[in-house]
Nanobody, 115 residues
Framework: QVQLVESGGGLVQAGGSLRLSCAAS????????MGWYRRAPGKQRELVAT???????YYPDSVKGRFTISRDNAKNTVVLQMNSLKPEDTAVYLC?????????WGQGTQVTVSS
């Protein structure tokens, strides 16, 4: 079974940076898009960033200008660079890969931003 493993989460002060990485344990064919979601305490899951197979990216206004998503198709990895972090960015960040026939999710990595 293909598994997604996230890494890079941690505790940082407001204004700091973190780099999250997601790697697939096995080969995934027919990837449509890769992305990151987050689930904050008391809030619903929300989309953070996506990148398609054609390298088109999307960011919601809440993170636009601060977060950058990138990928390495050969390695089936996706990275989220987070700068200028705010306390409201505190959440469990989940990696997501949508392929032609399957939708894969990681277990999540905790990001905590202190004020």
């Amino acid at each position: 079974q293909v598994q997604l493993v996230e890494s890079g989460g941690g505790l940082v002060q407001a204004g700091g940076s973190l780099r999250l990485s997601c790697a697939a344990s096995g080969s995934i064919s027919g990837i449509v898009r890769m992305g990151w979601y987050r689930r904050a305490p008391g809030k619903q899951r929300e989309l953070v960033a996506t990148i398609t197979s054609g390298s088109s990216t999307y960011y919601p206004d809440s993170v636009k200008g601060r977060f950058t998503i990138s990928r390495d198709n050969a390695k089936n990895t996706v990275v989220l660079q987070m700068n200028s972090l705010k306390p409201e960015d505190t959440a469990v960040y989940l990696c997501n890969i949508v392929a032609s026939t399957n939708n894969y999710w990681g277990q999540g990595t905790q990001v905590t931003v202190s004020s």
